[in-house]
């Protein structure tokens, strides 16, 4: 398992019954979470007075329940700063685990600047939500493309990239259906040296596009292939499906990815959940390097 183990200012405190604490900042939150199907005793404090607690309704969806939290807060990530607020689906904007990846190609495009400081490694970054990897991946040297469906991520990743000290950086930001980018990108002759993907499980583009991640993902990552330099980097697929194992991924990278050669691997993400020394499972990653 790939664990999300350097943060500072936020952590995984408790878990129970379909539930986790955590602590944001200077906030602590109560959010639902499938995975935790154990029932322990609840003897942190923070249980009993959460800053917010995200209730999951039987109908469907949730709510929040908020006794004393700002609308926006910042927390940090060495030099990433990520603005946080409570929004629908019970997230925050953030998904934590993700640094598990972000300190991943951060070392490899570091290295490549290192070795070929006259070329900027240009980073795809699809279904690229509040920019996290962008952020990550503009800091250690690269030029990214930000591309997602909903023009409310792209602000709020902008949002991110500028309390990141990151507004000069070469990132662009694009509005669109991630398809339909790539294709355009491949009749340009457009070329990226590493892709970076976190595909919803289902969703809809701006025009109605229908996206089903076991219907499309294995079509759209041979599609992404065209738009791959000659010496690409690195290829990062975050699933946050229960039925896409990493075998899947591995297997999917493997697949298309074998005529650059390299090495393919694949696992969970996690999250240490301090109050017990245990890890929480927090989806799975695909990624190929060179």
């Known amino acids: 398992m790939w664990t999300a183990d350097g943060w500072k200012d936020y952590e995984v405190i408790d878990t129970s019954d379909g539930e986790k604490l955590e602590r944001w900042g200077d906030y602590l939150l109560v959010r639902p979470d499938p995975q935790v199907i154990w029932k322990t005793e609840r003897t942190h404090a923070g249980w009993r007075r959460p800053n917010a607690h995200y209730h999951r309704s039987s109908k469907g969806g949730g709510e929040w329940e908020v006794f004393d939290l700002p609308e926006q807060w910042q927390i940090s990530y060495g030099g990433l700063r990520f603005h946080l607020q409570p929004f629908a689906f019970k997230h925050t904007g953030l998904f934590p685990e993700q640094a598990a990846n972000w300190d991943w190609f951060s070392g490899l495009i570091r290295t490549r600047g290192a070795e070929k400081p006259e070329q900027p490694v240009r980073v795809l970054n699809l279904f690229a939500y509040t920019g996290g990897a962008t952020a990550a991946a503009a800091a250690a040297g690269a030029a990214v493309t930000h591309v997602d469906a909903s023009k409310g991520m792209v602000t709020w990743a902008k949002e991110n990239a500028a309390a990141s000290g990151l507004s000069g950086a070469p990132i662009r930001y694009i509005v669109d259906d991630c398809r339909k980018f790539v294709e355009r990108e491949i009749r340009r002759g457009s070329r990226y040296d590493a892709v970076i993907m976190d595909p919803p499980s289902y969703g809809r583009g701006p025009k109605g596009e229908i996206w089903k991640i076991e219907d499309s993902i294995h079509d759209f990552v041979k599609l992404c292939t065209g738009v791959l330099s000659e010496e690409p980097l690195f290829f990062l697929i975050n699933s946050y499906t229960t039925g896409l194992?990493?075998?899947?991924?591995?297997?999917?990278?493997?697949?298309?990815?074998?005529?650059?050669?390299?090495?393919?691997?694949?696992?969970?993400?996690?999250?240490?959940?301090?109050?017990?020394?245990?890890?929480?499972?927090?989806?799975?990653?695909g990624r190929w390097m060179r």
């Open 245 to 285: 194992q990493p075998a899947v991924l591995r297997y999917l990278l493997g697949l298309e990815l074998r005529r650059f050669g390299g090495c393919t691997e694949a696992d969970e993400l996690g999250l240490p959940v301090s109050g017990n020394g245990l890890v929480l499972p927090c989806g799975a990653s």
